[in-house]
């Protein structure tokens, strides 16, 4: 059973591991989920995220972790601004709206393609379609994949089937 450290210290030779509780051998500090513990070779290896060695290691931990926060909050502030410059020009995706679709809509396209016999690769090029989209209806995530109001509307009317709910 594994003993936890209560922060008392202690020096690394004689004491037991503190992740696996084993006796004896050489202890090492070593970064474990967060947490300094005194572990042993095995452990360190295993488990270890960052051997603490020398202090010219530890420098370089510090400028690893300090250029991570700085890509991070980079990443942050990029995310936070609006930048519309991969747009297409031209493109009004106010005019090609996903409507509200009837439940089970993917079985339903499913079993209508099935039906005529085709694959999604066929339905696609037959109807000039990304065949992500028509997976994508399939699996029932049109929303999620972004799927336009005309992919529906095509699959409608060559499957002869409904998939948008009516008021």
């Given at each position: 059973m594994a003993k936890y450290s209560t922060g008392s210290g202690g020096d690394s030779a004689g004491g037991s591991c503190e992740l696996c509780g084993s006796d004896g051998g050489d202890l090492q500090t070593a970064n474990v989920a967060g947490a300094t513990l005194q572990v042993c070779d095995s452990c360190a290896r295993d488990h270890g995220e960052n051997e603490r060695t020398t202090g010219s290691d530890s420098s370089r931990d510090e400028q690893n972790?300090?250029?991570?926060?700085?890509?991070?909050?980079?990443?942050?502030?990029?995310?936070?601004?609006?930048?519309?410059?991969?747009?297409?020009?031209?493109?009004?995706?106010?005019?090609?709206?996903?409507?509200?679709?009837?439940?089970?809509?993917?079985?339903?396209?499913?079993?209508?393609?099935?039906?005529?016999?085709?694959?999604?690769?066929?339905?696609?090029?037959?109807?000039?379609?990304?065949?992500?989209?028509?997976?994508?209806?399939?699996?029932?995530?049109?929303?999620?994949?972004?799927?336009?109001?005309?992919?529906?509307?095509?699959?409608?009317?060559?499957?002869?089937?409904d998939l948008v709910e009516s008021n």
């Open positions: 972790r300090k250029r991570k926060a700085a890509q991070n909050a980079a990443k942050l502030q990029d995310a936070q601004q609006a930048d519309t410059s991969h747009w297409e020009d031209g493109a009004d995706y106010d005019d090609d709206q996903l409507p509200y679709l009837v439940s089970k809509y993917g079985e339903r396209v499913t079993e209508a393609r099935q039906d005529e016999g085709l694959q999604t690769s066929e339905l696609a090029e037959e109807l000039d379609l990304d065949e992500a989209d028509i997976l994508a209806v399939e699996q029932g995530r049109a929303t999620q994949a972004n799927v336009g109001g005309s992919t529906i509307k095509a699959l409608e009317q060559y499957l002869d089937i």
